[in-house]
Nanobody
Framework: QVQLVESGGGLVQAGGSLRLACAAS????????MGWYRQAPGKQRELVAG???????NYAGSVKGRFTISRDNAKNTVYLQMNSLKPEDTAVYYC?????WGQGTQVTVSS
């Protein structure tokens, strides 16, 4: 089993940056693929970025070039660096591993 706790959300102006972190515990971290998802009100949860146990990453087309996912296995943590934020990035961002989800962290981008 794994427990996930997100942090780093907040309110930023368009064009600004945030760095989200997801700390994992309770299970070997280095073997797990991890992902960041987001959900805006009234919309389906969507994959933003994923990273494999080997460090390979993938991104939604809407964030590619602006967001970067990374992991630090020594710290059991996965990060999402978000640059050039847009109002349409406003959502609750969730960390996921297998069937386990974090509680989410709110990101709000003002115009």
């Amino acid at each position: 089993q794994v427990q996930l706790v997100e942090s780093g959300g907040g309110l930023v102006q368009a064009g600004g940056s945030l760095r989200l972190a997801c700390a994992a515990s309770g299970s070997p971290f280095s073997i797990l693929a991890m992902g960041w998802y987001r959900q805006a009100p009234g919309k389906q949860r969507e994959l933003v970025a994923g990273i494999s146990s080997g460090g390979s990453s993938n991104y939604a087309g809407s964030v590619k070039g602006r967001f970067t996912i990374s992991r630090d296995n020594a710290k059991n943590t996965v990060y999402l660096q978000m640059n050039s934020l847009k109002p349409e990035d406003t959502a609750v961002y969730y960390c996921r591993s297998l069937a386990c989800w974090g509680q989410g962290t709110q990101v709000t981008v003002s115009s």
